[in-house]
């Protein structure tokens, strides 16, 4: 037995109600009940600076990148790149050429399986994935491996929600070209050990992609300690605009990979014989970028680096544990996913209650969950059931809304009986 | 509160502990498969249709409580119906849900209870999978999804 450590938090550290105030769309009401957003692991809600961002790119700025001499175009374009450089701060990224904007961290996943993985996968090779990844990080696996005749392969999970190691270290084999797994899970809140992983893969000479989606609101990303090859994630999910997701690669990888789409912006000269394709991280951003998206990006990243992710973390893993106690006592609630590591993502259900039921119930409330398979059926059909209510917190939630989504299971009870 | 007591009446609460005829058919004459793609919603209605009249209808899947006491309560109401009936009890039902129609002609007895649904546009499908899935069913086709 260690002596328990007293680990009161200083009240002044981390003043949720003054980060409340910087979300508008927090400060309103939802069926006549004070807005309780759950939601967060599908959308987080937007800081005012977000905002303000986006719209004084329109209002004073707008202009497309890379191609004007004016003055509007010069400012967009440093603007945009500044972007870039925000992003690469963050996740710990040595050269700013390593990012690549996408729409999304599905088209990051989708950018990496038909620009590195494609001309590399021969018929009999496999690709490696967790069965608590995201469709995301199946379906584009599956075109690919029928395209080839590859084989799809995937790592057990436990009944907590963790990854079987042991079996990870089998399945890694010689055939193995590329490693998908989600660093945080959206379904489960489980913490994978990516960084062990990683090791174990790069230990076979086996690339390996991270899906960081939902790890991005709620841990310190540094891709160089992970020493992953690539890892993808999307703006919306950590206070951002939506359209916009970045990819990480390694700039050697970025080097040797084929273009993604062809079009403008990825080209340094076209005639009708050849095209002479741009570099890195260009190459594969053809066309007019989400460019307010890219700006609107980088200041939710600032603003979430002024609060200190570790603050951050450290409020959310708070709330989780409250939660995940509070929902616990509530009768007939049963966790799914008990990982001894977890964000702030708590999936549940009720005995005898349609997930779909507790959710529209727990709007009437005022209080917004997601209810459904959360687009990771194959992790629902592991644990039998076809979906989950699942409650993901943010920065800006308070023990109160905890209390406020108890009283409203309480009352999902009263209306079923 | 009230609200939800309009939405979840104690007939629907009724069917969806305890819904008829949810069970295998031995020698069905048509089957199809419902499925909503949105929730994971999944029914399978069975029928037994002789000289076009549904002599036997049951069902299997799993839903929430809107979707299954919707399915058990159309089980209910079209045993004994003609194929013609039914269709246009969907009808009168689909028009009810959607708000098409203010006023229309079929009787549509206890299926009444779902009128609250009405406000939850996103809830109309959990009510009408199964009358979509015996749609398909009498038409011949063998599954349907409510996208």
Known sequence: MTTPIATATSPSAFDVEAVRADFPALNQESHGHPLVYLDNAATTQKPQVVIDTVSKFYERDCSNVHRGVHLLSQRATVAFEQARTTIKTHIGAADSREIVFTRSTTEGINLVAASFVRPRLEAGDEVLISHMEHHSNIVPWQLLCEERGATLKVIPIDDDGEIVLEEYERLLTDRTKIVGIVHVSNALGTINPVRQMIELAHARGVPVLVDGAQSMPHLSVDVRKLDCDFFVCSAHKVYGPTGIGALYAKREHLLEMVPYQGGGDMILSVTFEGTTFNDPPHRFEAGTPNIEGAIGFAAALKYLDAHGLDTVAAHESQLLAEATEAVLAVPGVRLVGSARLKAAVLSFVMEGIHPHDIGTILDSEGIAVRAGHHCAQPVMARYGLSATVRASFAMYNTASEIDALVAGLKKVREVFG | ?147
């Open chain 2, 1 to 147: 509160m009230s609200d939800m007591r309009e939405l979840y009446q104690e007939v629907i609460l009724d069917h969806n502990k305890k819904p008829r005829n949810c069970y295998v058919m031995d020698c069905p004459t048509r089957t199809a498969d419902g499925h909503n793609p949105l929730c994971g919603d999944i029914v399978k209605v069975y029928l037994r249709i002789e000289d076009g009249i549904i002599e036997e209808i049951s069902f299997q899947g799993h839903g929430c409580a809107i979707c299954t006491a919707s399915t058990s309560m159309m089980t209910e109401l079209v045993k004994g119906k003609s194929v013609t009936e039914a269709r246009e009890i969907f009808e009168g039902f689909h028009e009810m849900l959607t708000g098409v129609a203010e006023e229309q002609g079929i009787e549509l007895g206890k299926l009444q209870v779902f009128e609250g649904v009405r406000e939850y546009p996103v809830r109309v499908k959990c009510a009408t999978l199964a009358w979509h899935t015996l749609n398909a069913a009498m038409d011949g086709d063998e599954s349907v999804t409510t996208e």
